[in-house]
């Protein structure tokens, strides 16, 4: 099983900053690819950024030119670098694993807390 814990959500005015992360553990020698997801309420989870382990990504359109996916292999950790932050940003942020083969799709069935990321003056 792996092991997914989100942090670095919080309350951020618009065109402010957060960088969120997200520390895998467990067996996590499967993924190949992780992902940020976000659900704000009312709405379906979407994906937000993916990053395979060769580095390759994927941002959704909104996202483009303000936030950042990284990863570091050797704290097995992915981060999201957003600015520019604007208030439909909002949402409750996870990241998962993804499979590029399927579209992107979430690897694993369970999810996590995930953190809570407010942009509101």
């Known amino acids: 099983q792996v092991q997914l814990v989100e942090s670095g959500g919080g309350l951020v005015q618009p065109g402010g900053s957060l960088r969120l992360s997200c520390a895998a553990s467990?067996?996590?020698?499967?993924?190949?690819?992780m992902g940020w997801y976000r659900q704000a309420p009312g709405k379906r989870r979407e994906l937000v950024a993916a990053?395979?382990?060769?580095?390759?990504?994927k941002y959704v359109d909104s996202v483009k030119g303000r936030f950042t996916i990284s990863g570091d292999n050797a704290k097995n950790t992915v981060y999201l670098q957003m600015n520019s932050l604007k208030p439909e940003d909002t949402a409750v942020y996870y990241c998962?694993?993804?499979?590029?083969?399927?579209?992107?799709?979430?690897?694993?069935?369970?999810w996590g807390q995930g953190t809570q990321v407010t942009v509101s003056s």
């Open positions: 990053i395979t382990s060769g580095g390759s990504t």
């Open positions: 467990g067996s996590i020698r499967s993924i190949n690819a």
């Open positions: 998962n694993a993804v499979v590029p083969e399927v579209g992107w799709a979430p690897k694993f069935g369970s």
